[in-house]
């Protein structure tokens, strides 16, 4: 596989051998051994956390000192900013869902020093190339170097100087053994060599870390693109001919109008019944009508943003036509009030039947569908491309999952579900709490747990007894407790520091605060 030299203009296009042998490898080189030396401490034989801000630190690091003159202009600042504030939700949770995110940002921060990417439409290929390329870059740069060695005849110097010290190291090996046979003082030293730590410097699990930080760090250090045909512009799904019957100006404005006739009575019904509180027919709950239509309704909008991208294509009927125009955004204004409406309707049924993990997701992604429908009226206007359309998208979701990552998602579902439990309110027989899953989402519960404890008027003693002995399981992980309960004395359990979290960090603040379970009140039933 041959590496592209990093460029913009023509050249870019024309394969070319870059030699591996140079000063900046050397330098990037020295670069990758001290972050290894530092994730060797950060990583080997304790668990993730803060140490992964540290390593994310100290490649960006390493990257900008590597590229110290390239880093002028706004664009470069603003992707070093964004690359350090990748690397920081790792110091609130452990979320190794965020690492190829953070990676990614690290990853543009390289391109940009060095001179790969160009406006920010165009990011998407570069992108696509370097992260194809990257998995293999250790192996590929490896192969490379060996080659480049044969050329420069060291690989025949080596040879022929291991050679000459064949002799004179096998006979010195033979000597020091009758020496040390020989003599008591010689042997006593010999036997002071721990060979057992050199062992233990070679742990499997050690050199695992070694290898995958460096499989890591070392694409970023010295980027490379994937070789790629430059392709022509994309428009979208489909390119048809202008003048094309299927996809022509006719059929557009008889599609679109079609379209918007048939939302508009969807649109109608949730004004009705979820906006305007119309009674539904007899054995439909809110709840059901708003479970029916959740889901669908999001696929419905995906579909029509493929659609409009169509009718809305470069040199399409709906740049030339005023009429396709309005019935495009009319369309698109129907589908994010129906993504709206759906939002709506999973907040009905998570009122009915409790929040969790998945619905938060689902609400997530209804916001993104939302602002995607919205990015497209955008382009529109703004007489954008395509790939600015998809770039525009993925720094939206980007920016959505960096907000997510610093919500405890666990906390927030626990305090929802406890505040609108029939064990608290009364109200509602189907939502009681469930304190299986309240188990499964960890420790970041307990608070809400003691709030279910203090306030939960109608829960049998039963259900108090099981939900006190989960919460008390629950904070065992986090500190350790007094035997007798009238001492209010804690201590943490011993957490590295590398393993250190700022959430894991609150919840055991307010265990000190609060050690044991708090009193239940008295059942009213």
């Known amino acids: 596989m041959t590496d592209q030299p990093l460029?913009?203009?023509?050249?870019?296009?024309?394969?070319?051998?870059?030699?591996?042998?140079?000063?900046?490898?050397?330098?990037?080189?020295?670069?990758?051994?001290?972050?290894?030396?530092?994730?060797?401490?950060?990583?080997?034989?304790?668990?993730?956390?803060?140490?992964?801000?540290?390593?994310?630190?100290?490649?960006?690091?390493?990257?900008?000192?590597?590229?110290?003159?390239?880093?002028?202009?706004?664009?470069?600042?603003?992707?070093?900013?964004?690359a350090v504030l990748a690397a920081l939700p790792f110091?609130?949770?452990?979320?190794?869902?965020?690492?190829?995110?953070?990676?990614?940002?690290?990853?543009?921060?390289?391109?940009?020093?060095?001179?790969?990417?160009?406006?920010?439409?165009?990011?998407?290929?570069?992108?696509?190339?370097?992260?194809?390329?990257?998995?293999?870059?250790?192996?590929?740069?490896?192969?490379?170097?060996l080659s480049e060695a044969g050329e420069?005849?060291?690989?025949?110097?080596?040879?022929?100087?291991?050679?000459?010290?064949i002799v004179p190291v096998a006979c010195a090996a033979v000597f020091a053994f009758l020496f040390v046979t020989a003599n008591p003082v010689l042997d006593d030293v010999v036997r002071m060599i721990r060979l057992d730590v050199l062992v233990k410097l070679l742990d499997p699990l050690r050199v695992f870390i070694w290898a995958v930080v460096a499989a890591v760090a070392w694409p970023v250090l010295m980027p490379r693109l994937l070789p790629w045909s430059t392709a022509g512009q994309w428009q979208g799904p489909l390119r048809p001919r202008p003048e094309?019957?299927?996809?022509?100006?006719?059929?557009?404005?008889?599609?679109?109008?079609?379209?918007?006739?048939?939302?508009?009575?969807?649109?109608a019904m949730d004004l009705l019944f979820l906006w305007g509180g119309v009674r539904l027919p007899d054995g439909l709950t809110y709840a059901d009508y708003a479970h029916r239509g959740a889901y669908?309704?999001?696929?419905?909008?995906?579909?029509a943003g493929a659609f409009v991208l169509v009718a809305m294509r470069r040199n399409g009927p709906g740049e030339k036509s005023e009429l396709i125009r309005t019935l495009v955004f009319a369309w698109i204004a129907q589908n994010v009030w129906l993504v709206i409406s759906s939002i709506l309707r999973l907040k009905l049924y998570v009122e009915a039947y409790g929040l969790t993990e998945m619905r938060i997701a689902?609400?997530?992604?209804?916001?993104?569908?939302?602002?995607?429908?919205?990015?497209?009226?955008?382009?529109?206007?703004?007489?954008?491309?395509?790939?600015w359309l998809v770039m525009a998208n993925l720094t939206a979701l980007m920016l959505t999952l960096w907000g997510v990552s610093f919500l405890n998602i666990p906390a927030v579902i626990?305090?929802?579900?406890?505040?609108?439990?029939?064990e608290v309110t009364g109200q509602g027989e189907g939502m009681r709490l469930d304190e299986y899953y309240m188990g499964?989402?960890?420790?970041?519960?307990?608070?809400?747990?003691?709030?279910?404890?203090?306030?939960?008027?109608?829960?049998?003693?039963?259900?108090?007894?099981?939900?006190?002995?989960?919460?008390?399981?629950?904070?065992?992980t986090l500190i350790h407790r007094d035997i007798g309960r009238g001492y209010s004395w804690s201590e943490p359990v011993p957490v590295d520091w590398q393993s250190w979290t700022w959430r894991d960090e609150r919840l055991r603040q307010y265990l000190k605060g609060q050690v044991f379970a708090p009193d239940a009140p008295a059942a009213s039933n």
């Not at 990758?32 to 390593?55: C, K, M, Q, Y």
């Not at 940002?105 to 990257?134: K, N, Q, Y």
């Not at 919205?374 to 529109?380: N, P």
């Not at 404890?453 to 065992?476: C, E, F, P, V």
Request: aromatic letters at 8%.
């Open 7 to 82: 460029s913009n203009g023509p050249a870019e296009a024309r394969l070319t051998h870059t030699p591996i042998w140079s000063e900046r490898t050397v330098a990037a080189g020295a670069v990758l051994a001290a972050i290894i030396v530092l994730a060797d401490g950060l990583f080997f034989r304790h668990e993730p956390g803060i140490s992964l801000t540290l390593l994310f630190l100290a490649i960006i690091g390493g990257v900008v000192a590597l590229q110290p003159r390239t880093l002028r202009g706004p664009r470069a600042w603003t992707l070093l900013t964004v």
């Open 91 to 145: 110091a609130e949770f452990e979320n190794l869902a965020w690492l190829p995110f953070a990676l990614g940002a690290v990853s543009l921060l390289a391109l940009e020093l060095t001179g790969c990417l160009a406006r920010f439409e165009d990011w998407l290929g570069p992108i696509v190339r370097f992260a194809g390329l990257s998995p293999f870059r250790g192996l590929v740069d490896a192969i490379t170097l």
């Open 152 to 165: 420069q005849k060291l690989g025949s110097r080596f040879i022929r100087l291991a050679l000459v010290w």
């Open 244 to 267: 094309s019957l299927l996809f022509g100006a006719i059929a557009m404005r008889n599609s679109l109008i079609v379209f918007n006739a048939l939302f508009a009575v969807q649109t």
């Open 296 to 303: 669908p309704l999001i696929a419905t909008a995906i579909l």
């Open 362 to 387: 689902a609400g997530v992604w209804m916001a993104l569908v939302a602002v995607g429908l919205v990015l497209i009226v955008a382009k529109i206007v703004g007489e954008r491309t395509n790939r």
């Open 414 to 422: 626990a305090k929802f579900n406890v505040e609108h439990s029939y």
């Open 440 to 476: 499964d989402l960890g420790p970041q519960v307990i608070p809400a747990l003691d709030e279910f404890l203090r306030t939960a008027k109608y829960a049998d003693a039963d259900q108090i007894k099981s939900i006190g002995m989960l919460r008390d399981n629950l904070a065992d």
